[in-house]
């Protein structure tokens, strides 16, 4: 079953503009939340998690329990953050459940 | 020093084959994990080590796959009588311990080809 959901696989907005890269899903426990990311020719890397309530190169994300979402935010969005983002879920030991990602197009 | 380092970085083999992916991770990081990527997808979890011993090898999709992690550091999978549907990228991360605080660090990946 798909525990991840990332219903949009590609995002373009303006530059300053808003941005939300949706993330849902399913699980019945207390999860584990993340998102990643991943920049053009570079590694996936961790870009925050939700046990730390940070807000990295601008973006946070709220986890909401009854709607099982962790969307991605960030209210003005750069150039710089065109990218892959995945979420992804640690249900409970060490398998991580990732989304099928966004693809994030700031036009300038 | 560096980061996780996967080799080879681009493999083509043919249907039938056995391949084998190295994965070497930070430097002190007890835990390490493997991937893999297909085309268009996210990454799909295959197993983790903590330290030598496979602790969750739940991903693995058959008996195929085999990784192994003899001495705590290097990790090698392997993938026996290759198939098309094993072409995907795989990728290897690795962490300090295995506390959902301890961030993972990813390795460029391994593209495997499999004609």
């Known amino acids: 079953a798909q525990r991840v959901t990332q219903p949009e696989k590609l995002l373009s907005v303006f530059k300053g503009a808003p941005v939300e890269l949706k993330c849902n899903y399913s699980?019945?426990?207390?999860?584990?939340l993340f998102w990643y990311v991943q920049y053009s020719r570079q590694r996936l890397q961790l870009l925050l998690r939700h046990i730390s309530r940070e807000s990295i190169k601008g973006f946070t994300a709220d986890l909401n329990k009854g709607e099982t979402s962790f969307h991605l935010k960030k209210p003005f969005a750069q150039e710089e953050d065109s990218a892959m983002y995945y979420c992804a879920l640690r249900p409970t030991g060490n398998q991580f459940y990732f989304g099928t990602g966004t693809s994030l197009t700031v036009i300038p | 020093g560096a980061g996780v380092s996967q080799t080879p970085s681009n493999k083509v083999t043919e249907k039938g084959k056995y391949v084998e992916l190295r994965c070497d991770p930070i430097?002190?990081?007890?835990?390490l994990y493997w991937y893999r990527q297909s085309l268009g997808q996210g990454p799909e979890f295959l197993i983790y080590f903590q330290g030598t011993g496979a602790a969750d090898d739940s991903g693995l999709p058959n008996d195929r796959f085999f990784a192994v992690r003899p001495e705590g550091s290097v990790s090698t999978l392997k993938i026996q009588r290759t198939e098309r549907g094993d072409s995907a990228v795989y990728l290897c991360?690795?962490?300090?311990?295995?506390?959902?605080?301890?961030?993972?660090?990813f390795g460029p990946g391994t593209r495997l080809t499999v004609l």
């Open positions: 699980y019945s426990g207390s999860p584990e």
């Open positions: 991360a690795s962490s300090l311990s295995s506390g959902a605080d301890n961030e993972q660090f």
């Open positions: 430097s002190g990081h007890t835990a």
